[in-house]
């Protein structure tokens, strides 16, 4: 590909990480913010940020940028098995594949265990469903163009205002929306990607560019390191034994779910969602309750009995 793309391509994936460090992109995370403390900061962010793909996509769509749509798929109920495994993999995991990327970030090594045990969880001999094409993402992309460019005007105009413009984009929603943006960088540089997808793909060897995605995979990781690294946040914890073992078992249940779905909360929530596809939807409602249960059952037996 011309370099001028793959430069383009992971300096975002870069960012992409730098960003996830910083951002409210942990869906296990915001469950448990909204659970335990009625707190739905996190949850609005990752919404925001599925709302600035669908309109950026809606925008290259209008502009003839877009190569090609991102597949749909069927729903089933291999979809709704594919959700549970995907939010028990995240509950045990303690972190999403985004959360996962912002541990490492933070220096927390044995997390580096989830994206290997997805990759594990990519090799079970699982049928993934076969893509029904690749149709144009919106009937009239117009009409969600012209809202979602009010949406971006509005937060230019905030951060223009804002005393400390780089202090005010890395506050963490905004920098959740910074994730949006160089998660449709990628897509229109390299088409459809998340990082899950790549290990996916690199699991099954059926993917002419596994170099590249191994790559971006890797300017992922370096970015969140990077970030940690400037934050201030990198604690250089120590894996023990259990932490390993939870992430690879977490991460292969995810890699297992993902293959169903298919796909995993990134590119579910960043894709799937804004562009409405069924089989999205149907996934994270599922993945969401399932890490939903067990965080409301701990909250439920720790309180205290009223006499």
């Known amino acids: 590909m011309p370099l001028l793309l793959l430069t383009i391509a992971l300096a975002s994936a870069a960012l992409m990480g730098l960003a996830i460090q910083r951002g409210a992109t942990c869906m296990v995370a915001a469950v448990d913010a909204a659970v335990s403390e009625r707190s739905y900061g996190r949850a609005s962010a990752l919404a925001e940020a599925a709302l600035w793909v669908g309109g950026l996509i809606a925008v290259a769509q209008l502009a003839g940028l877009l190569s090609m749509a991102p597949a749909r798929y ?4 291999a979809t709704v098995l594919g959700g549970v495994l995907l939010g028990l993999g995240a509950w045990i995991n303690r972190a999403c594949v985004f959360g996962a990327v912002a541990r490492i970030g933070s220096g927390q090594w044995a997390w580096f265990g989830t994206p290997v045990g997805f990759f594990l969880g990519c090799l079970l001999p699982i049928a993934r469903p076969e893509a029904l094409g690749h149709p144009a993402p919106f009937a009239n992309a117009g009409l969600v163009a012209v809202p979602f460019a009010a949406l971006a ?16 984009l890395w506050h963490p929603h905004r920098a959740t929306l910074l994730i949006a943006v160089t998660f449709v ?6 088409g459809v990607w998340a990082y899950t997808d790549a290990l996916a793909a690199i699991a099954r060897a059926m993917d002419a560019r596994i170099g590249l995605r191994g790559a971006m995979v890797l300017a ?9 690294w400037f934050a201030g946040k990198i604690r250089w ?9 939870r992430c690879l078992a977490g991460g292969a249940l995810m890699g297992a779910g993902g293959a169903l779905v298919p796909g995993t ?6 894709i799937g969602l ?8 149907i996934a994270v409602v ?9 965080i409301a059952f701990a909250r439920h037996i720790r309180r205290p009995a009223v006499a």
């Open 237 to 245: 914890v120590p894996p023990t034994r259990n932490d390993i073992v």
């Open 185 to 190: 960088a990628t897509l229109l540089t390299v």
């Open 153 to 168: 005007a509005w937060r230019l105009i905030q951060a223009a205002r804002s005393p400390g413009f780089l202090a005010h």
């Open 265 to 270: 909360n990134d590119g579910l929530i960043m």
């Open 286 to 294: 599922t993945m969401t309750l399932t890490i939903a249960a067990p």
């Open 274 to 281: 804004p562009l409405l596809q069924p089989h999205a939807w």
């Open 220 to 228: 992922l990781l370096a970015g969140a390191i990077v970030g940690g």
């Open 74 to 77: 069927a729903a089933s109920g």
